[in-house]
């Protein structure tokens, strides 16, 4: 384990569905990402958060929904999904990236 | 403004003989420079990272790596491959702020 879990592991959803992703970290950290990562394609940063604060929003559609409640905690909710939207979603930290990241194990979601 | 390139998209090499992973990037101000790895259907995984003091940096699994001011390069090295060696590779470069640039992987083939 990394010290940042994600949760669930694997998720399947219709397109109408609600559902969300879970990323927690006890590191102390005060920066928390979300990435997509597509098959074939390069890693896409999604969202960011500072202290608790988003600070990114990288183009992201609205049926992407991030929440922060606390420095530890960060939600990825999801809405009227589409098939493309398939893919490993990655959630990371750090306490400055001259650290690194610490990414969690990722949420494998399919659309179906 | 920052950047990197990973020159190869794949790699392929036999077990017991040296692997290059060959990394450039682009940075306005002195980088921290990154490899990260990762398995199939995993998180990402930090090898080693470079942050402006010894040159020559040594990683998890024996890898190591060289970073090059004059030829803006980074390369990943190691002098055996092994069968758990095969995987995706990621070179990340980050400057002042707290974002990091991902390059768009290499995929590591480790043939018996």
């Known amino acids: 384990e990394t010290g940042v879990t994600q949760t669930p592991r694997h998720l399947v959803m219709g397109m109408t569905n609600k559902k969300s992703l879970k990323c927690e970290q006890h590191?102390?950290?005060?920066?928390m990402y979300w990435y997509k990562q597509s098959a074939k394609k390069p890693l896409e940063l999604m969202f960011v958060y500072n202290f608790k604060e988003q600070t990114e929003n990288n183009s992201v559609p609205s049926r992407f929904s991030p929440e922060c409640p606390n420095s530890s905690h960060l939600f990825l909710h999801l809405h009227t999904l589409q098939p493309e939207d398939s893919a490993l979603y990655l959630c990371?930290?750090?306490?400055?990236?001259?650290?690194?990241?610490?990414f969690g194990s990722g949420t494998r979601l399919t659309v179906v | 403004a920052q950047s990197v390139t990973q020159l190869d998209s794949h790699v392929s090499v036999s077990e017991g003989t040296p692997v290059l992973l060959r990394c450039n990037y682009s940075s306005s101000y002195s980088p921290s420079l990154f490899w990260y790895v990762q398995h199939p259907n995993k998180g990402l995984q930090l090898l080693l990272k470079y942050t402006s003091a010894a040159t020559l940096v040594k990683g998890i699994n024996g890898f190591e790596a060289e970073f090059k001011k004059s030829e803006t390069s980074f390369h990943l090295t190691k002098p055996s491959a092994h069968m758990s060696d095969a995987a995706e590779y990621f070179c990340v470069v980050s400057d002042r702020s707290n974002d990091m640039r991902f390059g768009a992987g290499t995929r590591l083939t480790v043939k018996p």
């Open positions: 590191l102390g950290h005060n920066a």
């Open positions: 990371a930290s750090t306490q400055g990236s001259y650290y690194g990241y610490t």
